[in-house]
């Protein structure tokens, strides 16, 4: 293998496709990187596969001699960084990747050479082509509704939908749930995705307008921006988020957007520094014409009394996690927010804008 590349595109690769792995994929081959130059197409071919996801790019390139190897990573990467020139010469000389340029010779030792076997990346069917920016909103507002630390479980992934004709997102924990519809499908599909491939998804919809969605009961595919990626779903069936959200409130509470993101951050300011193995809770009570806000810890207290437009029953003190209402502080894009209240479901808090509907459920007192 013989080949020159421009070094922005290869270390963007490298840095992109290095997402698959983690720091359990310590083998010879997962966690590595594949390169593989194609004399006839010239172009070079840049894949990593970890033990959940792979991803793949092809960059255009000067090939004089066709071949591949498999080289570590994270050794790749800071190669790559430190060659000099605005291109990069490699060649496979005595087991190793040679970095040519400017007087310099550098390289990193090859795992495997010659055409390494890289699975394909393309999952049998379409699922739908969705628009990038909804897509990265409803991946942000997902991954805040799931268990933290419970990667490879359902309760901390994230579910991607395809049904009827419109795919959404949901993410939910237990105690909270959100449901974002980000756009139609074509395929009916449902999978549950870790937050991290949730999360390199994310990054890819960030290089072009759109992102492809394929896949079947095992794997999701996505494409956009010239990368593809495949990743395993987590097993299991998920809940049915769609009949956690009622068709009727008791009651409802409009109050300004920014007043609320205002007091939730005197809020947070506190139940920050509070202690952290104790759930922090608010304190929710609605007047005729106020939301109002409680909050109370060793590490200190706040009332807010925001202005508001009220319907329905009244409630009183109904007290909820304050990184719920949080959420939907951050969540909304409105210069308005309705907070609603379900009296049929304890006075959970609903909240509906736009693509996206969230219900949290109050702290139950025995």
Known sequence: MKVTVSKVALQDAVLMVSAATTSKDLGDVLGSISLQADMLDQTLRVTCVGALMALTTTLDAKVDAGGGCLVPAAVLGGVVRAAPGADVSMEILQNQLVFLGKG?????????????????????????????????????????????????????????????????????????????????????????????????????????????????????????????????????????????????????????????????????????IAAKDVIQLVKMTTGEDYFSIEYASAAGSTTERIPAIVGGDLIVGVEINWAFLNDIAEFSSEDALTISFVKEKNNAMYVVEGPWKYIAMPVRRT
């Open 104 to 272: 310099s010779k550098s390289g990193c030792v090859i795992l495997h050479e010659d055409q390494y076997p890289y699975p394909t990346l393309e999952a049998p069917q379409l699922i739908g082509t969705i628009d990038s920016k909804p897509l990265i909103e409803a991946i942000a507002r997902s991954s805040r509704c799931v268990m933290k630390g419970l990667t490879g479980s359902l309760f901390g992934g994230i579910r991607l939908r395809s049904h009827n004709g419109a795919i959404s997102l949901a993410g939910c924990d237990g105690s909270r749930a959100v449901l974002n519809e980000v756009g139609e499908g074509e395929q009916e599909f449902c999978g549950v995705l870790t937050t991290k491939a949730a999360g390199v998804i994310s990054r890819l919809a960030t290089r072009a307008d759109v992102i492809e969605f394929s896949g079947d009961e095992n794997r999701l595919g996505a494409k956009s921006g010239g990368f593809a990626m495949r990743s395993l779903l987590v097993s299991g069936s998920y809940a049915e988020v769609e009949k956690l959200y009622p068709e009727e409130v008791s009651t409802q509470a409009t109050v300004t957007t920014v007043e609320l993101v205002s007091a939730m951050e005197r809020v947070k300011a506190i139940a920050k």
